[in-house]
């Protein structure tokens, strides 16, 4: 237990140092020697965690990705007429995802980020949508049910790009009244 600690910490160690040199560099120039110096740790101590620099990238892209998947679980296995509740609770534990991965997500979001991360959450929001809404859009044909989706994760994505680059100035207790509320 004390060591899986100590993984985590040297993992979070390095994953601050990417975020600090790509948010001058840019993440597609930022080298594992940056990484390294910046997180003040040895090279074969980088290794042991990552094969390279693009294993570091997808590692914290498929984490982010497998906690709003986690989060959707309550909403998926609600049952219909509970929806509006288990909706709330979805939205509320999104948004926790989001506010917990503020600072990588508002990297990967950006000018100097990783487009490949926008194209991954995009397919994964369509497919989350998709498989999340199938109760109440089943008398939906098949054209409006993409539709539909593809609706949803453009908001989806809006939310977050536009959330983590105005942190400072939106609690997600804001966010999640006006999600909810339509406070428009």
């Known amino acids: 237990m004390k060591y899986e600690h100590k993984r985590q910490l040297t993992r979070d160690k390095i994953e601050g140092a990417l975020i600090k040199v790509a948010k001058n560099k840019g993440i597609a120039d930022v080298t594992v020697s940056d990484i390294i110096k910046t997180a003040n740790i040895n090279r074969s101590t980088f290794y042991r965690h990552y094969i390279d620099k693009p294993d570091l990238i997808d590692s914290i892209e498929d984490r982010v990705i497998n906690d709003i998947r986690e989060a959707n ?81 453009a908001t989806a994505l809006g939310i977050i790009a536009f959330w983590v680059h105005h942190f400072d100035q939106y609690d997600k207790d804001y966010v999640y009244d006006f999600l909810m509320h339509r406070g428009y």
């Open 73 to 153: 679980v309550s909403l998926k296995n609600s049952n219909i007429k509970y929806i509006d509740t288990a909706a709330g609770k979805f939205v509320y534990q999104f948004l926790t995802v989001i506010e917990h991965n503020q600072p990588i997500l508002e990297l990967l979001l950006s000018g100097k980020g990783d487009i490949q991360f926008t194209m991954k959450l995009i397919v994964f929001f369509n497919e989350l949508v998709d498989s999340t809404t199938e109760a109440f859009t089943d008398t939906m044909d098949e054209k409006k049910r993409k539709l539909f989706a593809a609706f949803n994760s």
